[in-house]
């Protein structure tokens, strides 16, 4: 007999339960209305393509239509990942850095995309890539190549000389062509920005502090001028991109806030003047919060050099309590994870943490679908289930809003109107 793909192999059988060029209709026990927040029973929802057409508990159900009834089922819109990596996944610090090239990260990224998209995650935005990696795997799950999800990519990350995105603790003599983010000065920066989006950048993406998993002696301090910072969003929004600024320390938030950035990434160490500013500019906290955690915890499976586990073990208690504060003070949260760091398809692991940092479980899929569409620029296309929008949905089999670690475990996901995983019961 011959051997067929497995993944593959469930992905035909998904789709093959709708019939090309016939409408779906999704019957659902329970509807997670992200918009209202609150939760609707009984609700159908109508798909004709890879568009919602109607939803409604009075929707009449075309009648040529292929039916989907999902039970007892919570179902939500399909899950937004605003910070992935999704080209790369952690394995070995020393020979995921030495040993392997683009090519290597290549060949394995539809398998990364794959993951999250059966995780429930119909959208990402991806920021840093080797080689426009992040460009290609786009290009080719919107052509329908391979499945994954709606990607928003950032090409290369733009770093300063000895920053977070340049390779630190070596010999002068070690050069990567491949990680040719590296820019000082307006200049460079505005060469460098108009590079990126010349061969596909969405969004343009900087390294506005030090990091964790560099070699910097810092994990927080400023590694652009506030006159370079500002250089970045100009360039950026001449070319109608936002920016998306990596940063822990509260120097270099602010600067970036004050420079007009669309979010901050991580924002680890903030204090009340970075929140106020937050608060004032519109701008997007995007928190991944369980990354620190996962580094402290595999930390010798990776062969981590013990300076890095250090920084991340500084870091996450403080980010926790600043993470509360920011909540409280209603600073808007966009959700995003760093996954690739830690293993794709393990996405929902951050819902916990927002929980736990005093978000409600409503708030927290929220930053996971309408305040994560705000933030790519996207809220007509994905984010709700409303008429017009992609037919990206999922649904879990217990309440979200009781038990917000449900959503670590999707039980059926459809992207553009093709179901990718279903684990649900039949209610034929």
Same mark, same amino acid.
């Given at each position: 007999?011959?051997?067929?793909?497995?993944?593959?192999?469930c992905?035909?059988?998904?789709?093959?339960?709708?019939?090309?060029?016939?409408?779906?209709?999704?019957?659902?026990?329970?509807?997670?209305?992200?918009?209202?927040?609150?939760?609707?029973?009984?609700?159908?929802?109508?798909?004709?393509?890879?568009?919602?057409?109607?939803?409604?508990?009075?929707?009449?159900?075309p009648?040529?239509?292929?039916?989907?009834?999902l039970?007892?089922?919570w179902? &939500?819109?399909?899950?937004?990942?605003?910070?992935?990596?999704?080209?790369?996944?952690?394995?070995?610090?020393?020979?995921?850095?030495?040993?392997?090239?683009?090519?290597?990260e290549?060949v394995?990224?539809?398998?990364?995309?794959?993951?999250?998209?059966?995780?429930?995650?119909?959208t990402?935005r991806?920021?840093?890539?080797?080689?426009?990696?992040?460009?290609?795997?786009k290009?080719?799950?919107d052509?329908?190549k391979i499945?994954?999800p709606?990607?928003?990519?950032?090409g290369?990350?733009?770093?300063?000389?000895?920053?977070?995105?340049?390779?630190?603790?070596?010999?002068?003599?070690l050069?990567f062509?491949?990680?040719?983010?590296?820019?000082?000065?307006?200049?460079?920066i505005?060469?460098?920005?108009?590079?990126?989006?010349?061969?596909?950048?969405?969004v343009i993406?900087?390294?506005?502090?030090?990091?964790v998993?560099?070699?910097?002696?810092?994990?927080?301090?400023?590694?652009?001028?506030?006159?370079?910072?500002?250089?970045?969003?100009?360039?950026?929004?001449?070319?109608?991109?936002?920016?998306?600024?990596?940063?822990?320390?509260?120097?270099g938030?602010k600067?970036?806030?004050?420079?007009?950035?669309?979010s901050?990434?991580?924002?680890?160490i903030?204090d009340?003047?970075?929140?106020?500013?937050?608060?004032e500019?519109?701008?997007?906290?995007?928190?991944?919060?369980?990354?620190?955690?996962?580094?402290?915890?595999?930390?010798?499976?990776?062969?981590?050099?013990?300076?890095?586990?250090?920084?991340?073990?500084t870091?996450?208690?403080?980010?926790?309590?600043?993470l509360?504060?920011?909540?409280?003070?209603?600073?808007?949260?966009?959700y995003?994870?760093?996954?690739?760091?830690f293993?794709?398809g393990?996405?929902?692991?951050?819902?916990k943490y927002?929980?736990?940092?005093?978000?409600?479980?409503?708030?927290?899929?929220?930053s996971?679908?309408?305040e994560?569409?705000?933030?790519?620029?996207q809220p007509?296309?994905?984010?709700t289930?409303?008429?017009g929008?992609?037919?990206?949905?999922?649904?879990v089999?217990a309440?979200?809003l009781?038990?917000i670690?449900? &959503?670590?475990?999707?039980?059926?996901?459809?992207?553009?109107?093709?179901?990718?995983?279903?684990? &649900?019961?039949?209610?034929?």
């Amino acid at each position: 007999m011959t051997r067929i793909n497995s993944a593959l192999l469930c992905v035909w059988l998904a789709v093959s339960v709708v019939r090309a060029g016939s409408p779906t209709a999704i019957k659902s026990g329970h509807f997670i209305d992200v918009l209202g927040g609150k939760v609707l029973n009984n609700v159908v929802v109508v798909i004709e393509g890879n568009t919602i057409k109607a939803v409604g508990a009075e929707v009449a159900i075309p009648t040529n239509s292929t039916v989907l009834d999902l039970g007892n089922s919570w179902v &939500l819109p399909g899950l937004i990942d605003c910070h992935t990596h999704i080209t790369f996944q952690m394995g070995n610090y020393y020979e995921d850095l030495f040993r392997e090239s683009p090519i290597d990260e290549a060949v394995y990224a539809h398998v990364y995309a794959q993951r999250t998209l059966n995780a429930g995650f119909t959208t990402c935005r991806n920021v840093g890539a080797n080689e426009f990696i992040d460009v290609a795997l786009k290009k080719a799950v919107d052509a329908g190549k391979i499945p994954g999800p709606h990607l928003f990519v950032s090409g290369h990350i733009l770093s300063a000389t000895g920053g977070h995105g340049d390779l630190n603790g070596f010999s002068p003599y070690l050069h990567f062509t491949s990680a040719n983010g590296v820019v000082d000065g307006i200049d460079e920066i505005r060469k460098k920005i108009r590079w990126n989006i010349k061969y596909g950048a969405d969004v343009i993406k900087f390294t506005a502090t030090a990091g964790v998993l560099s070699e910097e002696e810092s994990v927080g301090a400023p590694q652009f001028s506030a006159e370079e910072m500002k250089a970045i969003v100009d360039e950026a929004a001449m070319w109608g991109r936002k920016v998306a600024a990596h940063a822990h320390g509260a120097e270099g938030i602010k600067r970036a806030i004050r420079a007009g950035v669309a979010s901050i990434e991580h924002g680890s160490i903030l204090d009340e003047e970075a929140i106020q500013l937050m608060k004032e500019h519109g701008t997007y906290l995007v928190p991944t919060a369980y990354v620190g955690f996962a580094v402290e915890e595999h930390a010798p499976e990776w062969k981590l050099p013990e300076k890095l586990v250090a920084k991340a073990k500084t870091i996450n208690a403080l980010k926790m309590q600043w993470l509360r504060k920011a909540i409280d003070s209603g600073v808007k949260i966009a959700y995003g994870t760093d996954a690739g760091v830690f293993p794709h398809g393990e996405n929902g692991k951050d819902f916990k943490y927002l929980v736990q940092a005093g978000m409600s479980p409503m708030r927290a899929i929220q930053s996971a679908t309408v305040e994560a569409a705000t933030l790519i620029g996207q809220p007509d296309k994905i984010g709700t289930i409303a008429p017009g929008r992609f037919a990206d949905l999922i649904a879990v089999n217990a309440d979200p809003l009781q038990g917000i670690a449900v &959503l670590e475990k999707v039980s059926f996901v459809m992207k553009g109107g093709v179901v990718y995983r279903n684990e &649900l019961p039949r209610h034929d």
